[in-house]
């Protein structure tokens, strides 16, 4: 017989819904960039495939909940700001300044309330 008590599963709510679709957000619109924004087919291919990846890396690393690396709040909000204005200039470049602005403006205030919420735990 097993005396341990099991952990309690975390919450997930809507604003973990919300980052998470942010973040296939960021990374959907890096890949769009560097296949549409540079020509075809090496600068293209290269960021198209390349940011995505970095993106993707950068948040394993540092942000993600299972994250290899357990940085100080304030540099995974580094991260996070990186990878999400990043893909907020990439909206603009590409000509789409109201998809740039709503997503910086939804990502910022996720990333407030999530960011409250770590400094509270």
């Known amino acids: 017989m097993n005396d341990a008590t099991p952990e309690p599963s975390p919450k997930v709510g ?8 942010l973040e296939i957000f960021a990374i959907v619109t890096l890949g769009i960039f560097g296949f549409t924004a540079f020509a075809l087919p ?10 995505p990846l970095l ?11 299972k994250a290899v690396f357990h940085v100080d709040p304030f ?23 109201v998809v740039a602005v709503v997503f910086a403006i939804i990502a910022a205030v996720s990333g407030v309330i999530n ?5 509270r735990d």
């Open 75 to 97: 540099v995974k909000a580094l991260v996070e700001i990186a990878v999400f204005s990043t893909a907020a200039i990439a909206w603009w470049i590409m000509g789409q300044p």
């Open 115 to 119: 960011g409250r919420r770590e400094f």
């Open 14 to 21: 809507a604003n973990d819904l919300l980052r998470f679709l």
């Open 42 to 51: 090496w600068p293209g291919a290269l960021l198209g495939i390349g940011l």
């Open 55 to 65: 993106a993707i890396l950068l948040w394993g690393l540092f942000r993600s909940p």
